[in-house]
């Protein structure tokens, strides 16, 4: 497993992270299609109101696949420096309870999502004539959730592994599927919001079962070994405190969502969180390149720091924020020109045409500086540091954002939600430039 994993400790740095972020970056992208599809099928075949709909019940729904997530970071923290440092049991042992830890939690969460739909529904921002149909579609998805958690587990390990293009097949699989069964669905059967749902739900389940495939392959070095299922509670606690980073990211993204709901909701009605999904979306998409680079930078800076490179780690650093803020700016630029002509893709409503380029624009303002926050948050998940890497990670959405979303629309109205965004994006990099660098001439100087 040292073996193929080896190469991040000797090759060039700026090829490494190419070869580590174009497949996440790819990966990513394609599994945001996911979202895409169902927003651009069921706002041209369905409705605005569809839309709506979907904003609200994914947050819910990536709420519970993030303890996937979660610990499918931390976990590969922990099997990245454990390669570096050639402790191979160490990586086996914390995969079988990164499984076991996955599975159950996941479980307990999609019950409790079953029997309390429409109060969760209703917090997290379905009122009106949102609620019975955001219902139909969160009450099939949520049945694929556990998949989608288990994939969201297994996809970075296998980043872990060295294997950045495995993982990047495992986020494209479910993209087709789900384009393929919501044309079947939704177009051809007239399923509606259902139909909408049962394609999602089943292309998350396509995700996991290739992901399952793979690690019971010879393609797979990290074996599924029952005996490690069993649950240890040192391993559990270090996954935990690192990806609990990343399930309270989630989780301040959640309450984020709660926050913005009711503020657009009460400044702009149903139509105004319409557009909030629509620029979700355009989100998820557009950036990928950006959360590529920072998957990529994981495994990489992990392994280096495992192996005590201290050079190689501080050229990580700065490679990967160069390579972010070049691929930010030019997503940013791309915004600015293309800004009318990507909302007319999701939409043929004369009202949303009309009044989400501007928010768009808004929301993307300060795009080139955000890959700073994500390496920033990423080096310190790399290093084992759960507490600042956990600090850096809320800055943005829960610090920021979610008392700038609530209080600023009282002044300004539903502009005041749009400036919210890059307000949050400029004061938490500059917060993260100063924590990175004290940490850089404090750990990383020979």
């Known amino acids: 497993m040292v073996e193929s994993a080896s190469n991040l400790g000797t090759e060039k740095i700026s090829k490494l992270l190419i070869k580590q972020a174009v497949p996440a970056t790819i990966g990513i992208l394609v599994m945001s299609i996911n979202m895409i599809v169902d927003t651009i099928f069921v706002g041209q075949w369905i409705g605005v ?225 319409s557009v909030y999904g629509i620029i979700n979306r355009v989100m998820m998409f557009a950036l990928s390149p950006v959360l590529g680079v920072s998957q990529g930078f994981l495994p990489v800076a992990g392994f280096n720091i495992g192996a005590q490179k201290k050079e190689r780690v501080k050229e990580t650093i700065k490679t990967a924020i160069i390579f972010g803020t070049v691929l930010g700016t030019i997503i940013f630029v791309g915004i600015l020109i293309f800004k009318e002509e990507i909302i007319r893709i999701f939409t043929t409503d004369a009202t949303l045409i009309a009044d989400t380029p501007h928010a768009l624009l808004i929301v993307f303002l300060v795009t080139p500086i955000v890959t700073m926050q994500l390496i920033g948050s990423a080096y310190f998940q790399a290093a084992g540091k759960a507490m600042p890497a956990l600090i850096l990670t809320l800055l943005k959405q829960g610090i920021f954002l979610i008392p700038l979303a609530y209080f600023l629309p009282k002044y300004f109205g539903v502009e005041g939600v749009w400036w919210s965004f890059p307000i949050s994006d400029v004061l938490s990099t500059i917060i993260t430039i100063i924590v990175v660098k004290r940490e850089m001439n404090k750990h990383l100087t020979e």
């Open 49 to 273: 109101l569809a839309i709506a709909a979907i904003t609200v019940v994914l947050p819910i729904a990536f709420l519970i696949s993030s303890i996937g997530m979660g610990i499918g970071i931390g976990g590969s923290s922990i099997i990245s420096r454990a390669l570096g440092a050639g402790k191979s049991d160490k990586a086996f042992l914390t995969f079988g309870n990164q499984i076991s830890l996955t599975l159950l939690l996941a479980i307990i969460f999609v019950i409790l999502g079953v029997f309390f739909s429409v109060p969760i529904l209703t917090l997290f921002g379905a009122k009106g004539a949102i609620l019975p149909i955001a219902a139909t579609y969160f009450d099939v998805i949520i049945y694929g959730v556990p998949f989608l958690a288990f994939a969201m587990m297994g996809n970075p390990v296998i980043r872990a592994e060295g294997k950045p293009k495995f993982a990047m097949v495992a986020m494209i699989i479910p993209a087709f599927v789900n384009v393929i069964l919501d044309i079947i669905f939704i177009k051809v059967f007239d399923w509606g919001m259902w139909g909408a749902g049962l394609a999602t739900s089943i292309s998350y389940a396509s995700c996991g079962l290739f992901i399952l495939y793979f690690f019971l392959s010879k393609k797979s070095e990290l074996k599924i070994i029952p005996k490690n299922f069993v649950i240890k509670p040192k391993i559990v606690r270090e996954i935990v405190a690192l990806g609990g980073v990343t399930v309270v990211r989630q989780g301040a993204i959640s309450v984020l969502m709660i926050v913005l709901n009711y503020s657009l909701f009460k400044y702009g009605g149903e139509i105004a969180i």
